[in-house]
């Protein structure tokens, strides 16, 4: 139907992958090997492209039945930030609420498994390039971009480790013996190394690709400007960006741009479209029982008899609603100064107060409202207002016409989703280069960045409709004065992202990256710990931009791995 390549080419082989301070073996396969073959054996084209299609496979996290280790990020960039919460009952999945309270420790199983989603990728990426090395009989060509494509998932995984611990190593495919791995330190900043993998990949990566989850130039290229921006290298990575918007374009080979209607993006017809710069490749009713599906989109769906039954979790906060404030079309200077959006008590009886951005209700679900094509959102829906409030995530859950081709039933009755993750989408992009504008002070640039983002969003065409009335007053405009501040043009290209990204785990890290994160965040907690009295007594400090390094790792290092 859509996929990137069949991942059981090599199921019939135990590939060995030694991780930073253990091994897998058949963790990697979708079902049980039939036979043990050397590394030898794999250095051939047949090996070495099973192989990175292994690689491609660990985008979608651990390999082992592990949430919470993909980059969809829900819980490590949205529930750690003010835009949700974990949501269900706080006995469920209950390792979740010292990370939402900003009291997790090193021994919380979810943060063992973050981590090991990005060193199991990439151990998997050294593994191919160590084959690849060995074989005689790819052409040069080809292998030029099996490495381009090994070193972009290698960068990508070491990307996402560093800015979620902070102080993680950086591994090669020279690391092999268990001596290596113990001899390895944490002490140094492994940006040049990550800016070198995914320089390497921008370079020499073709601009489009026979298979369309195949990582291109232009997706190597916006990572690496990501990574950039992390690091406040704010010329260098507007050059890039420059370049990606004048010409990048998707695998495909179609250019790069906004699809009109915003809620249109989230649909599994439109997860490879001209929008999406890159995504990891799932898939539902393939013969494998749901292991190629996107395990992180099984438990935030709306329970009991709303779509899915199950389960229940990651529910937008009162804060994320209140941001879509709007007056004049443009967000409200203080939209947390007014009595609440929506009924505590009884969700489904509310006033709207005021008039929204249109994209709060493809973003936020609120009881009362349509919810995508399965009617009107009900109060039955939310497994548990105390822990997580009234509000619904709606944005990546599946509509009732994608049930059966993008979401099927899974083994214990939850809700298997076959729509892609989307890590990067062009309006992110655009975000991200309209703050470059803003540091180097073309403040008019960054407003015509941002002004193409909310245009998008004030298509009436897109606003949610019952019987063909709009379910709110729907109100939103372009910036048009001209930007003189740069404290103002920051600030407004800040909220833009939140707008606009909320719910897609971005959130935490640009607040960390911002430098804001422990303003924002206890604001948020005296704000909203008298309606969720589970965040009574929490507090946020610098010590929680990082998750802890899991101390097994610091134990089977010989200490050389310092928290």
Same mark, same amino acid.
């Given at each position: 139907?859509?996929?990137?390549?069949?991942?059981?080419?090599?199921?019939?082989?135990?590939?060995?992958?030694?991780?930073?301070?253990?091994?897998?073996?058949?963790?990697?396969?979708?079902?049980?090997?039939?036979?043990?073959?050397?590394?030898?054996?794999?250095?051939?084209?047949?090996?070495?492209?099973?192989?990175?299609?292994?690689?491609?496979?660990?985008?979608?996290?651990?390999?082992?039945?592990?949430?919470?280790?993909?980059?969809?990020?829900?819980?490590?960039?949205?529930?750690?930030?003010?835009?949700?919460?974990?949501?269900?009952?706080?006995?469920?999945?209950?390792?979740?609420?010292?990370?939402?309270?900003?009291?997790?420790?090193?021994?919380?199983?979810?943060?063992?498994?973050?981590?090991?989603?990005c060193y199991d990728g990439i151990g998997m990426a050294n593994q191919t390039l160590r084959l690849l090395a060995?074989?005689?009989?790819?052409?040069?060509?080809?292998?030029?971009?099996?490495?381009?494509?090994?070193?972009?998932?290698?960068?990508?995984?070491?990307?996402?480790?560093?800015?979620?611990?902070?102080?993680?190593?950086?591994?090669?495919?020279?690391?092999?013996?268990?001596?290596?791995?113990?001899?390895?330190?944490?002490?140094?900043?492994?940006?040049?190394?990550?800016?070198?993998?995914?320089?390497?990949?921008?370079?020499?990566?073709?601009?489009?690709?026979?298979?369309?989850?195949?990582?291109?130039?232009?997706?190597?290229?916006?990572?690496?400007?990501?990574?950039?921006?992390?690091?406040?290298?704010?010329?260098?990575?507007?050059?890039?960006?420059?370049?990606?918007?004048?010409?990048?374009?998707?695998?495909?080979?179609?250019?790069?741009?906004?699809?009109?209607?915003?809620?249109?993006?989230?649909?599994?017809?439109?997860?490879?479209?001209?929008?999406?710069?890159?995504?990891?490749?799932?898939?539902?009713?393939?013969?494998?029982?749901?292991? =190629?599906?996107?395990?992180? #989109?099984?438990?935030?769906?709306?329970? $009991?008899?709303?779509?899915?039954?199950?389960? !229940?979790? %990651? &529910?937008?906060?009162?804060?994320?609603?209140?941001?879509?404030?709007?007056?004049?079309?443009?967000?409200?200077?203080?939209?947390?100064?007014?009595?609440?959006?929506?009924?505590?008590?009884?969700?489904?009886?509310?006033?709207?107060?005021?008039?929204?951005?249109?994209?709060?209700?493809?973003?936020?679900?609120?009881?009362?409202?349509?919810?995508?094509?399965?009617?009107?959102?009900?109060?039955?829906?939310?497994? =548990?207002?105390?822990?997580? #409030?009234?509000?619904?995530?709606?944005? $990546?859950?599946?509509?009732?016409?994608?049930? !059966?081709? %993008? &979401?099927?039933?899974?083994?214990?009755?939850?809700?298997?989703?076959?729509?892609?993750?989307?890590?990067?989408?062009?309006?992110?992009?655009?975000?991200?280069?309209?703050?470059?504008?803003?540091?180097?002070?073309?403040?008019?640039?960054?407003?015509?960045?941002?002004?193409?983002?909310?245009?998008?969003?004030?298509?009436?065409?897109?606003?949610?409709?019952?019987?063909?009335?709009?379910?709110?007053?729907?109100?939103?405009?372009?910036?048009?004065?001209?930007?003189?501040?740069?404290?103002?043009?920051?600030?407004?290209?800040?909220?833009?992202?939140?707008?606009?990204?909320?719910?897609?785990?971005?959130?935490?890290?640009?607040?960390?990256?911002?430098?804001?994160?422990?303003?924002?965040?206890?604001?948020?907690?005296?704000?909203?710990?008298?309606?969720?009295?589970?965040?009574?007594?929490?507090?946020?400090?610098?010590?929680?931009?990082?998750?802890?390094?899991?101390?097994?790792v610091i134990a089977q290092s010989t200490g050389n791995i310092k928290p």
């Open positions: 139907m859509k996929r990137i390549i069949n991942i059981k080419v090599i199921a019939t082989v135990t590939v060995i992958v030694t991780g930073l301070v253990y091994s897998c073996s058949d963790e990697f396969l979708d079902r049980a090997p039939l036979g043990a073959i050397s590394e030898v054996s794999l250095a051939n084209s047949a090996g070495v492209n099973g192989s990175l299609i292994q690689t491609y496979r660990t985008l979608r996290g651990a390999n082992v039945a592990a949430w919470y280790t993909s980059p969809s990020n829900w819980v490590w960039g949205s529930v750690r930030s003010e835009e949700a919460y974990k949501g269900s009952e706080a006995s469920d999945q209950n390792q979740l609420n010292p990370i939402e309270r900003y009291e997790v420790l090193p021994n919380n199983g979810s943060v063992h498994d973050k981590w090991r989603g060995q074989a005689t009989d790819i052409p040069d060509a080809e292998r030029l971009q099996i490495e381009a494509e090994t070193r972009f998932i290698r960068g990508f995984h070491h990307f996402e480790a560093k800015r979620t611990f902070n102080k993680a190593p950086y591994i090669g495919e020279s690391v092999v013996s268990t001596s290596d791995f113990q001899s390895i330190t944490n002490d140094a900043d492994i940006y040049p190394q990550i800016e070198a993998d995914l320089q390497f990949a921008y370079d020499n990566l073709t601009p489009t690709k026979d298979q369309k989850g195949r990582v291109n130039k232009w997706a190597a290229g916006a990572f690496l400007a990501k990574a950039l921006l992390y690091q406040n290298k704010y010329a260098a990575a507007k050059t890039i960006f420059d370049n990606l918007i004048t010409n990048g374009v998707t695998s495909s080979g179609e250019k790069y741009d906004l699809l009109p209607r915003f809620s249109t993006v989230f649909r599994g017809a439109n997860e490879n479209s001209k929008e999406v710069i890159f995504g990891v490749q799932v898939t539902v009713g393939d013969g494998t029982g749901g292991a =190629n599906s996107n395990l992180e #989109g099984e438990l935030p769906n709306p329970h $009991n008899d709303g779509p899915g039954g199950c389960c !229940g979790f %990651f &529910q937008p906060t009162q804060t994320l609603a209140n941001s879509y404030r709007t007056s004049a079309g443009l967000p409200v200077a203080n939209p947390h100064a007014t009595a609440l959006l929506q009924h505590e008590n009884s969700p489904g009886s509310f006033p709207d107060r005021g008039s929204f951005d249109p994209r709060l209700d493809w973003t936020v679900g609120r009881v009362g409202i349509q919810f995508l094509d399965w009617g009107v959102a009900a109060s039955s829906w939310i497994r =548990n207002l105390p822990n997580g #409030g009234p509000f619904l995530p709606i944005k $990546n859950i599946h509509t009732q016409a994608e049930v !059966g081709s %993008f &979401q099927v039933s899974g083994g214990w009755g939850q809700p298997t989703s076959g729509r892609n993750i989307l890590v990067m989408r062009y309006s992110d992009l655009l975000l991200m280069a309209a703050e470059c504008e803003v540091e180097a002070g073309s403040l008019e640039k960054a407003r015509e960045y941002v002004n193409l983002v909310r245009t998008r969003a004030s298509n009436p065409a897109d606003f949610v409709q019952k019987e063909g009335v709009d379910e709110a007053a729907y109100e939103v405009a372009t910036y048009n004065t001209t930007w003189t501040d740069q404290a103002v043009a920051r600030a407004a290209v800040r909220l833009e992202r939140l707008l606009e990204l909320a719910m897609e785990g971005h959130r935490f890290y640009d607040l960390v990256r911002w430098g804001v994160a422990s303003t924002v965040l206890n604001d948020f907690i005296t704000r909203e710990a008298p309606i969720r009295t589970h965040m009574a007594g929490a507090v946020f400090s610098t010590e929680d931009n990082y998750l802890p390094i899991p101390e097994y």
